[in-house]
């Protein structure tokens, strides 16, 4: 977690305060999105989207001012890099707020970029869902904005941009929503978010890899691999499902003085289908921390712990468990499951889960296993004094079975969709290949017009179909669905490659709704459409 300013990025902080009465002039200018909705949809900031606010609780405003600006993160013994974050740390400082209530978050954007944010998880009115081009209008550098919404839902969220690969830099944060009537009983609390590094390590960004991706790719898209369409391949294959012509010796295909190659090749997970990923990280953290120099929490023997996991990733799952303990999932994506108890969790990036733990004597390693690709993330729960465990030590619990995924929750009662045939049915084909780098949905990439209708009231069913040889982590916004058979409710879902999934949901949120793949460097190739709602 820990950071600090550069001398540089101090003084463009200054320059742009120093322009106060600018950034006042422009928060309107992002109010609303640059395109406009086809004839028939509501528009996100219509009056339907209005109504639907005025119908929320309101209880006490929680008012926030964020900064998004430049700054450095410390990677242990390995020393800093540059970054993007919130403020002066990695992940940004958590915001709080009680359900019922509203949140009041001015974002003044010290960035040389556009930016926005996205409130993962909620459902919360449609314009201040910080979609660029489709719920609001990107947030210049120099420029403010300030999101104000009821907040009806507890649970465990988090924020980050929804602009071009801003989240895989340090632009995000937790945001837990308190429940004045908290059931749980525990004496701790411990927000535990993992992430996958790369941002400047070796000149290394986002922006980067994905035009990595894509020109590593296009140059051996001719030479066979799957198709869009799930087709098979005549090329060779590295064994997990990607192309392997054109892609030995990627990195000398890149200019000189670029850094390394993160494109990944060869690694691969039973648990995930097949590929692990596409992009090599160098670096896995925990709350910001590398395995060398982890944070450490601290609890007395006997104490009941609720750890909120949150995984930001880019593009990895995380395989956790805490060394000595068992866990109880209690929540998952912010609602409430029956209880269960595992040895580990798999999570996907965008995913979330709640567990409680009671904590044993002594010091323990909490493990993020880099699912597929050979590397670990963690930090410390101390009760005692004594040694830490070394960085190499992986707790048994993480191959002691199979971790508990989402399939195998059941929501609690008060989480249950009344039971209901669906009245429309979206289905959804995941389509593209590492090949091309063309992910999208139906065959198509994204362009903000796209609209798959659906009308307030309605019961939907989302029919996610993977042709694809990929596995895909699936995000819906400003709704949360219902996996089958009285399955947990999630807002974010894993989709193996050639499998299917439905899940149910109820239209009572008007607006443009943003469905994606919650690997950035899908969706920003184009794994993205929109749910619109009718007029």
Known sequence: MRSHFTRRAVLGTGAALAGAGFLTACSDTARRSDAKSPAGYVESDGPEVRAAEARRARGRTERVRLTATRTRLELGAEGTVPTWAYGDRVPGKEIRVGAGGTLDVTLANHLSAPTSVHWHGLALRNDMDGVPGLTQREI??????????????PGTYWFHPHSGGQRDRGLYAPLIVEDPREPLRYDKEWVVVLDDWLDGVDGSSPDGVLAELRRGMDHGAGHGGK???????????????????????MGGSRPAGKGPSRVLMGATSELLGGDAGDVQYPYYLVNGRTATDPETFRAEPGDRI???????????????????????VTHTDGYPVEHKDT?????????????????????FPLTALAEGKKATAR???????????????????????????????????????SPGRPDRTVTLRLTGSMAAYDWGFNGKQYTPDQRHPVTAGERVRLRFVNTTEMWHPLHLHGHTFALPDGGARKDTAIVLPGKTLEADFEA????????????????????????????
């Not at 990607?242 to 030995?248: A, E, I, P, R």
């Open 343 to 363: 040895d580990a969790l798999l999570l996907g990036m965008g995913e979330r889960y709640d567990v409680l733990v009671t904590a044993e004597d002594g010091v």
């Open 227 to 249: 198709n869009s369409e799930g087709g098979k391949s005549d090329g060779k294959s590295d064994g997990g499902g990607h192309d392997m012509h054109g892609m030995h010796g």
């Open 306 to 328: 609720r750890i909120r996991f949150i995984n930001a990733g880019g593009d990895t799952a995380f395989r956790v468990a805490l060394g000595g303990h068992r866990m109880t």
């Open 508 to 535: 009572d949120n008007p607006g443009l709704w943003l469905v994606h793949c919650h690997n950035v460097y899908h969706s920003q190739a184009g794994m993205m459409t929109v749910l619109g709602y009718r007029k």
């Open 140 to 153: 210049r550098p120099g420029a403010d904005f300030t999101y104000r919404f009821a907040v009806p839902d």
């Open 379 to 417: 930090a410390m729960l101390r009760t005692a004094p004594g040694a830490a465990p070394a960085a190499s030590v992986r707790p048994e619990e993480l191959e002691r079975g199979r971790p508990l995924t989402a399939g195998q929750l059941e929501a609690a009662e008060s989480a249950r969709l």
